[in-house]
Every structure is written in C-alpha cells, then in structure tokens.
C-alpha cells in the first residue's frame, strides 16, 4: 500500500488547509465551477459530496450551503454564467483523467 504525505498531516492542518480553500471558494464567484472542473475535475459541488462522503450529517443541499456560503440555488442565481460549449468539452476531457482516482 502506497502512503501518500497528505495521510500523514494532522487533521488539524488539514481542516485548517480545506476551510481556506472553501473561503477562497466562497470569495472567488468568478470562478466558475465549470472551469474549476475543465481545469481540476472538481468543483464546489464535488467539495459538498465529498464532505458528505466524509460523514456530514446533512444532505446534498445543506453541504452545497455550506461550501458555497449560501444556498446553492442563490449562488447560482448571482454568480453561475451559461457553460460555453468550450467549456463544457474541456470537463468532459478532464473527466477522464479523473477515471479510478479517489
């Protein structure tokens, strides 16, 4: 079994590490989660299914409130712009690369 150096952190840090990326989530509304997926393959949604994935008692819809500050519908509402058929090809393409990682 390969050990990864992020296992080893404190989970402290690493809490304290995810509460910064989420604020700067929540700060940067130009970031669109149709880029952070065509570039990362993940976004503020992922975020919200993998802390329920880590135990979070509440469901889709209140882990989404969570990550994006507000409930998810508002956010959209004020921030989300209309995917660009570019856009959308260059999520499929990283998706991919997502394939057997977890």
Partial sequence: MDTNAIDTLP??????????????LQHRHDAQN???????????NCLADWIIEGGFAGDKAAAREVIH????????????????????ARMEESLKKNAGHR
């Fill in 34 to 44: 149709i880029d952070l997926m065509g570039l990362s393959g993940f976004c503020r």
């Fill in 11 to 24: 989970d402290s840090v690493a809490a304290a590490a995810f509460r910064r990326l989420v604020k700067h």
């Fill in 69 to 88: 500050g507000l409930p998810a519908a508002e956010w959209k509402a004020r921030y989300q712009t209309e995917a660009t058929p570019e856009q959308l």
